[in-house]
C-alpha cells in the first residue's frame, strides 16, 4: 500500500506553541499510512531539528517570510512541485496562512487543509480582509479550539482538533521536583512559574510587576520564567531594575518543561491573547493551581482555574497567588486523578488519530 505524502507549513520553526503542535502531529502519525515532511521559516529549534532526524521527516528550510516574502512562497512553490504531496497542512494564527494554501493549490495539491491556532493577530483588518479568500483556497477547515475556530472561519463550519501532546509524560514527578529545585536552590520557598515566549502576547512585564508586589509580602518567593523571544532582553531589564531582581529566575528555553512543572508551585499566564495554551494544560496535568488572564479562552480550564483581569492592579495578582497557597504532592496527584477523563482529550495519540481520520476521509472524496 503506498504512503500518502502530507506536507505541513509553518511559518517559524522556533519553540512555540504552534510549531509544537506540527511536531506532535508529525511525529506520532502512522508512519505506515503517511510520509510527512514538513516545511518553516527561520528561526530553526535545534531540538525540532533533531525529532525530524530521528522520525524520517524532511525539513524543507524555508527563506524567513518577514524578509523576503517572494522567496518565501517561491520555495514553498517549489518544494511542493518536487513533493507532489496528497496533502498540505498550514498551521497559524490568521488568514494570512490563505497565501500558503494558494500557493499549495497553484502546485496542483488536491487536498488543502488550514489550522487555526489563536483568537486573535496583530493585522487583524487584513485577517478580515483575506476570510473569504481563505475559503476559496482551503477545502478542509481545523481549529484548536472552538474560539480560534470562530476567528478564523466565522460562522462557517470547522472541526476542533484540541492540541496535544504525551499528557503522561506531565504528572508530577517527585523525584525531578527535589532534583530542579535543588539545582535552584530555593529550598521550600513559594515557586510561581511561567513558560512562554517572550513577546507581548504573553505579557512578562505584567506577571514581573506583580510578583515585586508580592515580594514585598513573601520576601523568599521566586519567580521562574522558562523561554526565550524577542523581549527576553527588554523582560530581563525591567527585573533588574526590581527590587527582587535576585528572586527572578531566567531558565531559557528548554526541551523539557515537564521537569520545571513539577519544580513549582503556582502557575501564572498573564496573557493578552491566547488560541489553545498548551501550556496551561500542562500545568494542570501537573497539578499545579494555576493564575490566568481573562482575556485566555476557557475551553482550557480543568475547573479551578482563578481568571484574573490583566486591567487589574499586578497587587491583585499578588494578592490572589499568595492567597493560593501550594499544594501538596499528594494534593497535586490526586488532582490529576480527579481529571483523568479530561486529561485524555489531549492526549497526542488520540488527537493524532483523529488528524488521520481526517486525512483518509478527506482523500476519498478526492478519488
Not at 116 to 123: G, L, M, R
Not at 126 to 154: D, I, Q, R
Request: net charge positive; charged share 25%; proline share 4%.
Amino acid at each position: 500500500m503506498r504512503k500518502f505524502k502530507v506536507v505541513m507549513i509553518t511559518s517559524y520553526f522556533d519553540r512555540n506553541g504552534v510549531t509544537s503542535q506540527v511536531i506532535n502531529y508529525a511525529t506520532n502519525l502512522d508512519k505506515n499510512k503517511f510520509q510527512v515532511a514538513i516545511a518553516a521559516g527561520e528561526p530553526y529549534d535545534i531540538g525540532y531539528e533533531k525529532a525530524c532526524q530521528e522520525n524520517n521527516i524532511e525539513l524543507c528550510k524555508l527563506p524567513q517570510k518577514q524578509k523576503n516574502a517572494y522567496m518565501y512562497y517561491k520555495t514553498i512553490y517549489s518544494f511542493l512541485k518536487k513533493k507532489k504531496p496528497d496533502i498540505v497542512h498550514v498551521h497559524g494564527s490568521s488568514t494570512l496562512i490563505a497565501v500558503e494554501l494558494f500557493t499549495a493549490m497553484l502546485a496542483g495539491v488536491p487536498v488543502r487543509i488550514s489550522h487555526s491556532h489563536n483568537t486573535t493577530c496583530s493585522h487583524p483588518l487584513l485577517h478580515e480582509t483575506l476570510k473569504p479568500f481563505l475559503k476559496v483556497v482551503s477545502n478542509c477547515y481545523l481549529a484548536c479550539g472552538e474560539l480560534a475556530g470562530k476567528w478564523m472561519y466565522g460562522n462557517g463550519a470547522f472541526k476542533v482538533i484540541p492540541n496535544a501532546f504525551e499528557t503522561e509524560a506531565f504528572a508530577l514527578n517527585s523525584e525531578t521536583r527535589l532534583l530542579i529545585r535543588k539545582k535552584l536552590e530555593v529550598g521550600d520557598n513559594l515557586v510561581i512559574g511561567h513558560i512562554g515566549k517572550f513577546n507581548n502576547q504573553k505579557n512578562q512585564n505584567y506577571l514581573i510587576r506583580a510578583f515585586e508586589k508580592l515580594s514585598y509580602e513573601d520576601d523568599k518567593a521566586i519567580l521562574l520564567l522558562v523561554g526565550n523571544g524577542p523581549d527576553l532582553e527588554e523582560i530581563r531589564n525591567q527585573a533588574q531594575h526590581t527590587a527582587c531582581a535576585d528572586r527572578i529566575i531566567f531558565w531559557g528555553a528548554t526541551e523539557n518543561p515537564e521537569y520545571l512543572y513539577s519544580a513549582m508551585d503556582v502557575f501564572a499566564l498573564p496573557s493578552s491573547f491566547e488560541g489553545l495554551p498548551v501550556v496551561l494544560l500542562e500545568a494542570q496535568i501537573s497539578g499545579l493551581p494555576c493564575i490566568v488572564s481573562d482575556k485566555v479562552t476557557r475551553e482550557v480550564d480543568f475547573g479551578d482555574i482563578i481568571w484574573k483581569s490583566i486591567e487589574d492592579d499586578p497587587q491583585i495578582w499578588a494578592d490572589t497567588i499568595l492567597s493560593m497557597g501550594q499544594r501538596t504532592e499528594v494534593q497535586r496527584k490526586q488532582y490529576r486523578l480527579q481529571h483523568v477523563k479530561q486529561i485524555a482529550r489531549y492526549d497526542i495519540k488520540e488527537s493524532a488519530k483523529l488528524v488521520e481520520n481526517i486525512y483518509e476521509c478527506k482523500l476519498l472524496k478526492k478519488k
